[in-house]
């Protein structure tokens, strides 16, 4: 059974203090690595899909990395406007549909 | 693009009624899948689909019903409403393969 487990569960940072989420992850075959961000009462926003162990992804400051067990979303400078939900999910071989399963998140707040 | 509509945004059902959770989707995409959020719980599959006319079971199906007569449009049926079915409802879509999914913005439903 693929199993996805985040951490920490919540993490305040003050403004400009940089930090990581942790994703580790338990599945057969490793078909893609997704970061979402959601907002309160939002649905999930797409951030990026790492495939392969040693990719890197940056968007403004954040910055996605995969290793064969886990994953971090490292946070450089964190802004207020950076505080949501941030959801890891995995998609694993075995089927041609990509089921994603999902971690519980991490609570992301800044403060200013 | 409207993306992934869900409607509607809030219902609140007595224990034993029915409804449809509406999700319609303008990308053209050949996958579309139901998911429910609970607190702690993470994102749930429900039931999925590859194509119109295809739909297959998720993690937690019981007491819900899809279908799929359109590459559109994938509505999601509580044929008896059940308190536990009381939950964050989030419909999605993607492309073929292992590739990022694209989310509604929910719905929420209280059964009383």
């Known amino acids: 059974e693929d199993q996805v487990t985040q951490s920490p569960e919540a993490l305040r940072l003050q403004e400009g203090e940089s930090s990581s989420l942790n994703c580790s992850y338990t599945v057969s075959g490793l078909r893609g690595l997704f970061w979402y961000r959601q907002d309160p009462g939002k649905g999930p926003e797409f951030l990026f899909t790492l495939y392969s162990a040693g990719e890197e992804k940056e968007k403004e400051r954040l910055k996605a990395t995969l290793t064969k067990k886990e994953s971090f979303l490292h946070i450089t400078a964190p802004k207020p406007e950076d505080s949501a939900t941030y959801l890891c999910?995995?998609?694993?071989?075995?089927?041609?549909?990509?089921?994603?399963?999902f971690g519980q998140g991490t609570i992301l707040t800044v403060h200013p | 693009n409207a993306g992934v509509t869900q409607t509607p945004k809030f219902q609140v059902l007595k224990t034993g009624q029915s409804m449809t959770l509406q999700c319609a989707q303008d990308m053209n995409h050949e996958y579309m899948s139901w998911y429910r959020q609970d607190p702690g719980m993470g994102l749930r599959l429900i039931h999925y689909?590859?194509?119109?006319?295809?739909?297959d079971q998720g993690e937690v199906p019981n007491g819900y019903n899809v279908s799929r007569s359109t590459t559109e449009d994938f509505p999601l049926r509580l044929l008896s409403a059940a308190p536990s079915q009381t939950s964050v409802y989030f419909c999605?879509?993607?492309?073929?393969?292992?590739?990022?999914?694209?989310f509604g913005q929910g719905t929420r439903l209280t059964v009383v």
């Open positions: 689909s590859v194509g119109a006319g295809i739909t």
């Open positions: 999910a995995v998609s694993a071989g075995g089927t041609s549909y990509g089921k994603l399963t």
């Open positions: 999605a879509s993607q492309t073929r393969g292992y590739t990022e999914a694209f």
